[in-house]
């Protein structure tokens, strides 16, 4: 459990102290008072990257060298800092040079409405939104995504200058043997998730409508033997063409491909399914629930679907949300605060 939060100089916040308490908090206030940005700073503490941006120095309260970003994750000291372009980030005050013990001790799941793209836009988000879930659950994944990343711009680099071929074929055996790991896992996490998303979403929607998830895998395994068949293609397009770049996840509803014909009400439903998928994979794979971070989506909402949302979250995990008003809110299913951010401070009620 996150039992504080403290930022300087984030976003719009010269200071800002937090003290979240177990089960749900909700941040309450006017737009552009800065909820979403507590939230960022969350989730960049816990998981060193933002959901909303590449760029860190977009986090950089204006006119300020850097930020950083305090906290406690289940008793352990978590540090982030950003200065000079660089990022440094510190576990029980010790300052770390590598990701993966710092990124173990905390699981995180964000929730917005810029989910919808994972329903709506291209493969990108869905790779996305597999690999947020795969650094978090597979051993190795992080490295191993990087690994491929890295082969992969270099070997495209040569194809775009039309460089010899030994010099592209040079990459082929550190791209493939990532790729055959990312292949591997990515099919794996979507098996886990398709049924769990599927009873999420009749969760949500409240119907019986059938939600389908699929893996579609970019390269066959191994990957060695279709980069080879592909070879006279990718020196014509100058790219590589075969690969877990390339995959993608179809989502169906009830036959039908969702981006071209579920409502928004559906393809709302079908955003928030796959997040809470990916949280109870998560929790199921680790035996501790995440933190669930979740911007501001209710009132996007209809009074059943935010009702449906609000049972199917777990009560025993703890939850940061943000909303303008509660308004709409009867009753929580579960234990709930209420902070009140306004002129850059919290107050509780």
Not at 133 to 158: C, D, I
Not at 237 to 262: M, Q
Request: proline letters at 6%.
């Amino acid at each position: 459990m996150l039992t504080d939060l403290r930022l300087h100089d984030f976003r719009p916040f010269p200071g800002l102290e937090f003290h979240p308490v177990p089960g749900a908090n909700f941040l309450v206030g006017p737009n552009a008072q800065g909820k979403t940005s507590i939230l960022e700073a969350a989730c960049l503490l816990l998981r060193l990257q933002s959901p909303r941006t590449n760029t860190l120095s977009e986090c950089v309260r204006f006119g300020n060298p850097g930020f950083s970003i305090d906290g406690h994750w289940a008793g352990r000291h978590v540090h982030v800092k950003y200065v000079g372009r660089l990022r440094h980030f510190a576990l029980d005050s010790k300052p770390q040079s590598l990701a993966a013990d710092y990124l173990a001790v905390a699981k995180v799941v964000w929730i917005s409405n810029g989910d919808l793209d994972l329903v709506r836009g291209g493969g990108a988000f869905r790779r996305r939104f597999l690999d947020f879930l795969g650094v978090q659950l597979v051993p190795g994944y992080l490295h191993q995504l990087r690994t491929y990343e890295r082969a992969l711009r270099s070997r495209n680099a040569l194809l775009r200058e039309g460089r010899p071929r030994r010099e592209i074929v040079a990459f082929n055996s550190p791209l493939c043997a990532a790729g055959d790991f990312l292949l591997n896992a990515r099919a794996g996490l979507v098996t886990g998730l398709a049924p769990t998303a599927r009873d999420a979403y009749r969760s949500i929607s409240g119907t019986d409508e059938i939600l389908g998830v699929a893996y579609k895998a970019g390269s066959g395994l191994p990957m060695m033997e279709d980069l080879a068949v592909a070879s006279v293609n990718e020196e014509r397009l100058r790219t590589t063409t075969v690969g877990p770049h390339r995959d993608d996840v179809p989502l169906i509803l009830d036959e039908k491909p969702a981006a071209a014909f579920a409502s928004e009400g559906q393809q709302r439903s079908m955003a928030l399914a796959l997040k809470l998928a990916q949280a109870r994979e998560i929790a199921s794979g680790t035996g501790h629930e995440p933190l669930y971070l979740i911007d501001d989506v209710f009132g996007e909402l209809d009074p059943a679907r935010r009702n449906n949302l609000l049972t199917a979250l777990p009560g025993q995990a703890q939850k940061l949300v943000t909303t303008t008003t509660l308004s709409w809110l009867k009753e929580a299913p579960w234990m709930a605060t209420t902070f009140y951010l306004r002129d850059g401070s919290l107050r509780e009620s």
